[in-house]
Nanobody, 116 residues
Framework: QVQLVESGGGLVQAGGSLRLSCVAS????????MGWYRQRPGKQRELVAS???????DYADSVKGRFAISRDNAKNTVYLQMNSLEPEDTAVYYC??????????WGQGTQVTVSS
């Protein structure tokens, strides 16, 4: 089992920045990909960004050029730097980890609210 704990959400004005962090614990050796998903009001959960253990990244088109994912494998931590935030980025952001076995783990979520 893997436990994920997010931090760094909050309220920010449009154009501002936030940095989310997610620390993994438990069977961290089993983790391949770590990333971030979000669920906007009335919408399905969607991928924001992900990074494999060896640095391969994937981003949603809507965040390319504004958000940056990074990972510190020694600290079992993944970060999401969010710049030029827009009201449409308002959502609950979830940390996600995928194991080599295919197992999927989720954090509890952190609220990001961008005011116009």
């Amino acid at each position: 089992q893997v436990q994920l704990v997010e931090s760094g959400g909050g309220l920010v004005q449009a154009g501002g920045s936030l940095r989310l962090s997610c620390v993994a614990s438990g069977s961290v050796f089993s983790i391949n990909v770590m990333g971030w998903y979000r669920q906007r009001p009335g919408k399905q959960r969607e991928l924001v960004a992900s990074m494999s253990k060896f640095g391969v990244t994937d981003y949603a088109d809507s965040v390319k050029g504004r958000f940056a994912i990074s990972r510190d494998n020694a600290k079992n931590t993944v970060y999401l730097q969010m710049n030029s935030l827009e009201p449409e980025d308002t959502a609950v952001y979830y940390c996600n980890a995928r194991g080599y076995s295919g197992a999927i783990f989720w954090g509890q979520g952190t609220q990001v609210t961008v005011s116009s």
